[in-house]
DNA sequence: CGTGCCGTATCGCTGTACGATACAATCGTA
DNA sequence: TACGATTGTATCGTACAGCGATACGGCACG
């Protein structure tokens, strides 16, 4: 059996336990622990492993996982080789999906963009450092794991996250530039801090932001921002496409206004 | 704002708290009990509600949702009216998508299904009663709402469960069909035990199973059960297509080589 | 056939989480 | 603009839930 192990680039935040919070119940803090012990995991654990990484000992990894077993959160694996999550967390995704009023506003908008654009279309929400896809709709070409929801990626070094960059202030741009973990995830990734300011720049001027091949080799994608009433950005639409199929130019030309279009129609309600 | 509010037909296991089991965190169960209340709700819920519907007082409801707060599982509205789940939700969730070895199988296969079948492709994963979609990949007809990952339909009434049950035993059928709240969810659900378990055989027989508007009106669907190493049914791979453009027979006679294709690949690795 | 490491079970002590209650801020109605 | 209902927030002493060290049996490996 095969499991995926494509990394996450480290961009996820480490849930820092809070000192001394008389209103927080750190049982559950640990919970919670345990269960994102599998974000950086690529295949079944077993409790040793669990209580290791998640910094617990083997006997509150023992509790945990029993109680998150008879919950549904964590199963055994097929094989009897370990623990994965249970498929229970799917349900309260539903729940999260359904009751954003973002993705609810998008997601009209975002099946009519695919029609036109017959190309891969993602809807991304921010959380602090980077985007994470809430809604995708693929292209023929695509595997599907290659476009699970709830994948992220860094705001630093993506046309969404620049999209949304380019409609914060200089100092909170600098902010994220300043904490963002900028590594070069493919060879084109763009880490200088005056080069990513220089595309947020490019960004604010013509209203949509560009990505070549800074995530995926051969990909190029095209993002314009979704913004709260106040103007505060909250995520991004993304078309993304093939360089074997369009060359830079093209690709900008033919979807700049589409994206630009999308974004517009769900911002203005 | 609008907030999705469809029915999940009452299906959702009621996570019945477990007695005196010593390894029983009843800390953590309350916290996903606390996020479960989402499940029953269309909108955002406040305190009070949250903790009248998780059945804890209103400090307990305060504390844990402080709590999932801190750690992102659990949001303000945009608008400050109420909380909604967080977003780290999703990160679990791609967890679960990403280490099932059942979807990591299953989906190239149903990439090429869905380029074939030009209809809507999706892989349900069984819990208990019911079948929990995990990987959905639309047609241009829907929105996407109605493809949730996560959503979940019961067992009894549905082309995949039918085809689940068609590889079990008739002891276990009716036990599922007795424990099942069988309602009509359209005027055309089959709820009868007998016509049910007449169906059940139909689908033994054929190597597939059928189900017309007994969920959504005007939709049809066609299913094929996905098994373990020993022939336990897992889950199922159905196409679905609207009765505007498909009369039944035409429907399966085109669709149910190529869903029986689909999961036979599956099943032989 | 032994030797790891797996998951499971046990058991007193301590400190965590409990829940009643009181407070503050906000909304919406008149 | 003032009111009353409902929201989220803060406090505090006590009981018991959860802590973690440790010990057990079993399965899979060499």
Redesign the interface.
Known sequence: ????QRAEYGV??T?HI?ED?P???Q???R??QV??V??E????LTLNEIGAAAGVGKSAA???V???R????IER??NDRGY?????????????????????RA??V??ELR?NARERVDLS?R?DLRL?Y??R??S?R????AT?????VPIYCTSGGRAIMAHMGDAEVDDIIARSDRREITPKTITDPDQIRAKVREAREHGYALALEEILQGEIAIAAAIL?ADGTPLGAIHIAGSLSEWDADTFCRRFAPLVGEAAGAINRF
């Open positions: 059996m095969r499991y995926i996820r935040p849930t809070d919070d209103l927080f119940v049982a559950i803090a919970a919670l269960l994102s599998f974000h995991s690529g295949k079944p023992q509790r945990v029993h109680t998150l008879q919950l549904g959160y694996d097929a994965v999550p249970g498929i229970r967390i799917l349900d309260h995704a539903r729940d999260y999906l359904r009751l954003n009023p973002l993705v609810a997601s009209p975002l099946m029609r929400l959380d994470i809430a809604a709709l693929q023929k695509e595997t599907f794991f699970l929801i709830g994948q992220s709260a």
